[in-house]
């Protein structure tokens, strides 16, 4: 919205308004004789071409104040597409991650009830519930003693911490 409402002010700022992307829209009536709610519209088609990197042509950026601010708009566009798009591969690996340790965990349950002779029926119930505990407990923090100790013992912790 913002940026359209800017986009219209390109024009609104210009000293001749007929030279600016308002004053050359070419539609059955030119768009300075149309109402502010359809100004808008045509502004926010604009800024979505330029956001969706479609750019029919209809519309053109041609005073050196409407290219600064489409130049400006490209760029908050690509930001916004590569903020989405890391999103989207945050979601996809979280999703990866979340299947990976599930397996993991009923890859050790199945060797613990071979090595135990398990019963099928306790088997399949633990199984049931291990799946939906692990989908909780792949998001909370695990402790690892060797990590841990690693940390402690490294040369950046301060000995006066270590030794308490």
């Known amino acids: 919205h ?8 390109t024009a609104a700022l210009h000293e001749n ?11 059955e009536d030119t768009l300075l004789n149309k109402g502010p709610f359809y100004q808008w519209l045509v502004s926010m088609y604009f ?20 290219i600064c601010f ?13 903020i989405v ?7 996809v690996t979280a999703s990866d991650k979340t ?8 890859l050790l349950l ?5 090595h135990t002779d398990l019963d099928k029926a306790f088997y399949r119930s633990i199984q049931k519930d291990l799946r939906e505990r692990s989908k909780v ?3 909370k923090p695990t402790f690892d003693k060797e990590e841990m100790e690693q940390l402690l013992m490294s040369k950046y912790m301060p000995m006066d911490i270590v030794c308490r």
């Open 99 to 106: 299947s990976e340790f599930i397996k993991k965990q009923m």
């Open 70 to 82: 489409v130049a400006l708009v490209m760029i908050v566009g690509a930001v916004v597409h590569s």
């Open 110 to 114: 199945e060797a613990f009830a071979n």
């Open 47 to 66: 800024i979505l071409t330029i956001f969706t990197t479609v750019g029919f042509g209809d519309i053109s950026a041609h005073t050196d104040l409407e």
């Open 137 to 139: 407990l792949v998001h």
């Open 17 to 27: 308004v007929a030279i600016t992307w308002v004053g050359r829209w070419s539609s």
């Open 2 to 9: 913002l940026l359209a409402c800017g986009w219209y002010l």
């Open 85 to 91: 798009i890391s999103e989207v591969i945050q979601l």
